[in-house]
């Protein structure tokens, strides 16, 4: 069983306007087209069981609509292998409604970004929509650290998670990239937390649209022998794979994690048994 905790996907009939917005925005390939259709391909492709969709609101009217949509992929969850967490929008009226509506529809989490959501992490509305999440069980998974499309924004930075840790320590957040895409020696202070982190994008060399590596003006990849020493100081046990897709391709992620250094039962952990024991109540 392997799960991909991190993916993304978009309605077909947005899916070639959000996808190239975003790719032509930040000058930044595309490895799947962005629908769910593109999504099995690639988890056909990449031997990848289940993968998870973390979809951004990033204006707050857009909750219901997303939120319609992400129930719909959970409705044929047992054929397709993927399950869609909710989006709420933190600076939205109705945050709590939404939250609520998640929660009694079975959703299993939701996605916060600070970045495309103009929210800090540290901020009293994302507090508060975390310490609510908390209440009702949901998985918070947040972006953290460099994001293409925000070079030198610091909403979602290791130090404004720390803030959130110490703010509303909760057993069920997963922050990704690590804890800090290309923040990597401010995300330190983060290794060890009670904190589940994803490996999202952190091995990949990223590419532009013409499938030249780049740098996005601040990223880098790990090596794999800085990767698997932060994996074994925060602990093997509280690391999810995620691959960012479609903005990275699934199984170069997996082959790039799976080739890194960590032994088979670490892997088995990364891929299966901390994600299966972290989705199952
Ligand atoms: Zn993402």
């Given amino acids: 069983m392997i799960i991909d905790f991190h993916t993304h996907t978009f309605p077909d009939a947005l899916a070639p306007r959000a996808v190239g917005g975003l790719a032509s925005g930040a000058n930044m390939m595309n490895y799947s087209d962005g629908t ?4 099995r391909a690639s988890m056909a492709r990449s031997g990848v069981d289940l993968s998870v969709v973390a979809p951004v609101v990033t204006k707050p009217h857009q909750a219901e609509s997303i939120n319609r949509t992400a129930l719909e992929i959970n409705s044929s969850t047992s054929e397709t292998g993927i399950l869609s967490f909710g989006g709420v929008h933190p600076a939205a009226e109705d945050w709590r409604e939404t939250l609520d509506g998640l929660s009694a529809n079975g959703f299993k989490g939701i996605k916060l970004h600070p970045l495309f959501q103009g929210v800090a992490v540290d901020d009293i509305r994302t507090l508060r929509v975390v310490e609510r999440a908390a209440e009702l069980g949901l998985i918070v998974l947040i972006h953290a650290g460099f994001d293409p499309s925000f070079p030198g924004q610091d909403l979602a930075s290791p130090r404004r998670l720390s803030n959130l840790l110490r703010a509303v320590p909760y057993e069920k957040l997963v922050l990704a990239h690590l804890g800090g895409m290309a923040q990597w020696d401010e995300a330190q202070e983060l290794y060890g937390q009670n904190v589940y982190l994803d490996t999202a994008v952190c091995l990949y060399p990223w590419r532009d649209r013409s499938g030249h590596t780049t740098d996005f003006g601040g990223y880098s990849p790990l090596t794999a022998e800085r ?9 093997v046990d509280k690391i999810l794979f995620g691959s960012d897709s479609p903005w990275t391709d699934q199984a170069e992620s997996l082959s790039l994690l799976t080739t890194s250094g960590l032994t088979p039962s670490e892997l088995t952990s990364i891929l299966s048994t901390t994600p299966t024991h972290l989705l199952t109540p």
Avoid: C, D, N, R
């Avoid at 769910?36 to 999504?39: A, E, K, P, V």
């Fill in 227 to 235: 990767f698997t020493s932060i994996v074994h100081l925060h602990g």
């Fill in 36 to 39: 769910i259709s593109g999504l």
